[in-house]
T-cell receptor
Framework: NAGVTQTPKFQVLKTGQSMTLQCAQD?????MYWYRQDPGMGLRLIYY???????DKGEVPNGYNVSRLNKREFSLRLESAAPSQTSVYFC???????????????FGAGSRLTVL | AQTVTQSQPEMSVQEAETVTLSCTYD???????LFWYKQPPSRQMILVIR??????QNATENRFSVNFQKAAKSFSLKISDSQLGDAAMYFC???????????FGGGTRLMVKP
């Protein structure tokens, strides 16, 4: 099925460990995003990529790095995990509605990360 | 910069009744889009409805409609004939036309009572 696929769905890390969240979309979208979701704070943008080979910081980029490996894939890396990074992470890609011209985001299912 | 505020952390509605979720926003953009997303327990974010700010007519999608008050920067979601499957977190969001950023509110948890 077409959409946004994130892995892993769940991960527990110890403080200081590193890990990479993977995201892939098969809809040929140019723009991809990483958000984190925390209670009462909605979703906050970590990084985004407007096209293959480009990445930009969002609202809360500290402690994260990203790689836009190709048009399909956009990974999020935590080099040295901290308890403050315990969150649910969402990857999304952006498309333009052919009728209205509006841009909409399609989200992955989310990845729950716990840092002890 | 944009901000989105949802002042109702939780709402409750009886099945088949109507409920309205509030959202206010602030943006310096002259052209922008507004969205409501639904997040069920599966955590998947599902687009419910969107509104182009330049359109005066309120968007509707089946049982979902919005009350867009541009001058007041208000964008409420009305759910008619509420169903048990409507129970979820609902997020209001604002995106400017030219930029890449979509700003979300803090969410409202909707409970539907049978």
């Amino acid at each position: 099925n077409a959409g946004v696929t994130q892995t892993p769905k769940f991960q527990v890390l110890k403080t200081g460990q590193s890990m990479t969240l993977q995201c892939a979309q098969d809809m040929n979208h140019n723009s991809m995003y990483w958000y984190r979701q925390d209670p009462g704070m909605g979703l906050r943008l970590i990084y985004y990529s407007a096209s293959e080979g480009t990445t930009d910081k969002g609202e809360v980029p500290n402690g994260y790095n990203v790689s836009r490996l190709n048009k399909r894939e956009f990974s999020l890396r935590l080099e040295s995990a901290a308890p403050s990074q315990t969150s649910v992470y969402f990857c999304a890609s952006r498309s333009r509605d052919r009728w209205s011209g509006a841009n909409v985001l399609t989200f992955g299912a989310g990845s729950r990360l716990t840092v002890l | 910069a944009q901000t989105v505020t949802q002042s109702q952390p939780e709402m409750s509605v009886q099945e088949a009744e109507t409920v309205t979720l509030s959202c206010t926003y602030d943006t310096s953009e002259s052209d922008y889009y507004l969205f409501w997303y639904k997040q069920p327990p599966s955590r998947q974010m599902i687009l419910v409805i969107r509104q182009e700010a330049y359109k005066q007519q309120n968007a509707t999608e089946n049982r979902f409609s919005v009350n867009f008050q541009k001058a007041a920067k208000s964008f409420s979601l009305k759910i008619s004939d509420s169903q048990l499957g409507d129970a979820a977190m609902y997020f209001c969001a604002c995106r400017n036309n030219a930029g890449n950023m979509l700003t979300f509110g803090g969410g409202t948890r909707l409970m539907v009572k049978p």
